[in-house]
């Protein structure tokens, strides 16, 4: 079964960087589309980012455009979050995901089959 761990969190000040990285082990990353979302304390989870099998389309929600960038690298089974100009808003454990298929439209929580653990990402002065 397709297994997938975070790791890259960590506390950060407003306006700093961080690279989220998700690796998967078990099966090949190949055949999924791939889903970054985060959870806030109180708060449902929310879509960030979703990428297609190929790393040839990306979506980003409204609130991370321009600041973040999802990536992929098939040969390593790995995903990226690269994050810029983050913000106190921007605090959450953020998860990555995995879902069947070639494409995606919108990183829907619920239509995600395989999920990693989450890292902690805090952003405070």
């Known amino acids: 079964q397709l297994q997938l761990v975070e790791s890259g969190g960590g506390l950060v000040q407003p306006g700093g960087s961080l690279r989220l990285s998700c690796a998967a082990s078990?099966?090949?990353?190949?055949?999924?589309?791939i889903g970054w979302f985060r959870q806030a304390p109180g708060k449902e989870r929310e879509g960030v980012s979703c990428?297609?099998?190929?790393?040839?389309?990306?979506v980003y929600a409204d609130s991370v455009k321009g600041r973040f960038s999802i990536s992929r690298d098939n040969s390593q089974n790995t995903v990226y979050l690269q994050m810029n100009s983050l913000k106190p808003e921007d605090t959450a454990v953020y998860y990555c995901?995995?879902?069947?298929?070639?494409?995606?439209?919108?990183?829907?929580?619920?239509?995600?089959?395989?999920w990693g653990q989450g890292t902690q990402v805090t952003v405070s002065s």
């Open positions: 995901a995995a879902i069947p298929g070639s494409v995606c439209y919108d990183p829907i929580p619920d239509e995600y089959d395989y």
């Open positions: 078990g099966l090949t990353l190949d055949f999924y589309a």
């Open positions: 990428i297609s099998s190929s790393g040839g389309s990306t």
